[in-house]
């Protein structure tokens, strides 16, 4: 998965949760200055992100990924091997 995919497909999860319009998620949408994020909120994302795609992401608190694109990279990388 390429991680303009990986934008879409966790943008696309951030709106199930909240009244969020997917066009005003980019990569660089902070998840806690721009949408409020917390622990929890990081949790639930990161389990609808298992549930969606399978992987389960080695990340222990929303300060590892701090904007869409940072988690959309975790992701790509993880379903990539780390390889483009």
């Known amino acids: 998965?390429?991680?303009?995919?990986?934008?879409?497909?966790i943008s696309a999860l951030i709106c199930r949760g909240r009244?969020?319009?997917?066009?005003?998620?980019?990569?660089?949408?902070?998840?806690?200055?721009d949408l409020g994020f917390?622990?929890?909120?990081?949790?639930?994302?990161l389990a609808s992100v298992h549930k969606e795609t399978g992987q389960q992401l080695d990340v222990s608190s929303v300060k590892d990924f701090h904007t869409?694109?940072?988690?959309?990279?975790?992701l790509s990388d993880s379903l990539t091997g780390g390889r483009k």
């Open 1 to 9: 998965m390429t991680e303009e995919k990986a934008v879409e497909v």
């Open 38 to 45: 917390d622990s929890l909120d990081a949790a639930e994302l």
């Open 68 to 74: 869409v694109g940072g988690l959309a990279k975790k």
């Open 19 to 33: 009244p969020i319009h997917p066009a005003s998620i980019s990569p660089d949408t902070n998840l806690v200055d």
